[in-house]
Structure formats: structure tokens, C-alpha cells
């Protein structure tokens, strides 16, 4: 496809690069859905589990969230409603400002990210086709990406 | 985050790779969205009407066009459903085996290709914050990881 490309629109370096961050994310989101779907979780909520693990209280704020994976309002509290029919996550007004609407872990929660966290590295989180110096090259790379300003 | 994770499971460069992956993906496909929408189309059919563009006949089993692009075939359905609705595409029985649907692309199908290609080469398809050496590096690393074998 990329010598095609090339006769009918020149270079096709970003073309290709953009065809390939779109398929290798793909696959390796497949891979992890895979590995989470026993434990009942999506790598959506996953990443909400842990997002919230990681924060000093054990909860945060849902727009925070939101935030943090740079997702939609509406993808997180999909994901929030999930996570609480679950039982892994309770929601509740922040006391300290009683505009926002707080997620925090429960024990089921931690539980279960503790066992998705284990399983996923046993994959090594999909990317073990890559060795270690070329998942630190990929990861350089990327967050130049991510971090581009491009308003 | 990286730096809590590891207190906790040891190395995280498989971790903070896929979480770069994750964002890059969402952030570029957001920019080539953005470009699109005017178009009426999304990425995911924007893809579609190119690899039909690249055909030979200019048209393609449905289920080839999701074994190229990787996805579900209820994807694949629901975007040439869209296509066929929008008149950028027509899905016919195959003549030569009965078993098969073909969609091919109409005229006003390769003129919003053309205007959405322009479109995207004009931004860079999203990656313009990436040198031109950036580019082929990152194109080089996401290869390796979408030939793994992984079964």
C-alpha cells in the first residue's frame, strides 16, 4: 500500500507511521482484553483501577480521571458505572467540595487489580515481542507524541 | 506513576509503553477525527475507502477489508453500512462466488477520499510533532510489534 501511496501523494512516512500506531494498538489491546476478560474487566477499566490505586487517597475526583487518560466525560462514567454495579468502586460526593463526584477502590477493587496487574505482566503487557531496548525505544518515541502541543 | 509502580511490581517499561501506545493512539486519532468530521466520515471509514482505493478492481470482499485493517467484522459491516448510506460506497453479491460481498467505491466515494487525504497530509496525519527521522523510527518500532506472532 505504501508504494501505491507514494505514486498517487508522495511521501508516505506519516501515513505509514499512523497505520501502524493504529494497528499495533489494536492488536495489543487484544491481547490484554484477552488476558482481563476472565477477571471480568476491561483494559478501560483497568486503567481506572489502577489510576485510582496510584492516587495518595485512594480516590479521586471523576473529571480528574477523565483527565488523567484523556478519555470523554461520558467514556469515564461508563466505565465508573461498571466498575460500581462490580462492586469494585464506590462513588460518593466530595465533602470538601460538594460539586464533585468522587470514585474510590474498595477492597474487591484492590483485589481484583492486584490480580489483572499479575496477569498482564506475565504477558509482559503484550509487548514482549519487543525486547527491552526497543520497548524503551518505542516508549521514547511515543512520548514525544503524546506530549506534541497541538492546539 | 511509572516510579510508584515500580515500587510495587518491579520493572515498568512494559507498563508505561502501553500506556504511551494507549495515549498516542487516542490523541492522533482525535486529530485526524477532528479533520474528518467536516468530511462526514470517521477514520475507521476513511481507512475503508482507501484500501478500496487500492484495490485493483476497486472493490473488496467485506471480509477481506477486515482481515486488512484488523478489525471485527461487525465493525467492518458497520462501516460500510454507513458508507453504502452516504453513497461513498455500493455492496453487491460477487459474481464469480455466490458466498461473497463485494463493496466497491462510487465516484463521490474516491472524492471525499481525495478531499480527505489532502486533509490529512495536510496535518501530517497528526504526527507532524515528530521529526521525519522520529517518523521511521516509531514506524520501525510498531512494526516489530505488529508482526509478532502471537498466538
Redo the contacts between chains.
Keep these: 500500500?505504501g508504494e501505491?501511496?507514494e505514486e498517487?501523494?508522495?511521501d508516505a512516512?506519516?501515513?505509514?507511521?499512523?497505520?501502524?500506531?493504529?494497528?499495533?494498538?489494536?492488536?495489543?489491546?487484544a491481547?490484554?482484553e484477552a488476558v482481563l476478560k476472565p477477571l471480568g474487566i476491561t483494559?478501560a477499566r483497568y486503567?481506572v483501577l489502577?489510576?485510582l490505586s496510584?492516587s495518595r487517597a485512594g480516590s479521586l475526583p471523576l473529571s480528574k480521571i477523565g483527565e488523567r487518560l484523556?478519555?470523554h466525560p461520558t467514556s469515564v462514567t461508563n466505565a465508573i458505572d461498571r466498575l460500581v454495579a462490580q462492586g469494585l468502586v464506590t462513588r460518593a460526593v466530595d465533602e470538601s467540595d460538594r460539586r464533585r463526584v468522587l470514585a474510590a477502590l474498595t477492597p474487591e477493587g484492590r483485589a481484583v487489580l492486584r490480580d489483572a496487574?499479575e496477569a498482564?505482566?506475565a504477558i509482559?503487557?503484550?509487548?514482549?515481542?519487543?525486547t527491552?531496548g526497543?520497548?524503551?525505544?518505542?516508549?521514547d518515541?511515543?512520548?514525544?507524541?503524546?506530549?506534541?502541543?497541538?492546539t
Excluded: C, I, K, N
Excluded at 15 to 26: E, K, P
Excluded at 124 to 130: A, K, N, P, R, Y
Excluded at 141 to 150: H, M, N, Q
Design positions: 500500500a501505491l501511496w498517487h501523494v508522495g512516512t506519516a501515513m505509514r507511521l499512523v497505520t501502524s500506531l493504529m494497528r499495533a494498538q489494536q492488536l495489543v489491546l491481547r490484554l483494559f486503567e489502577r489510576l496510584f484523556m478519555v496487574t498482564l505482566v509482559d503487557f503484550g509487548v514482549d515481542g519487543l527491552s526497543q520497548q524503551h525505544q518505542a516508549y518515541v511515543l512520548r514525544v507524541l503524546r506530549s506534541t502541543d497541538w
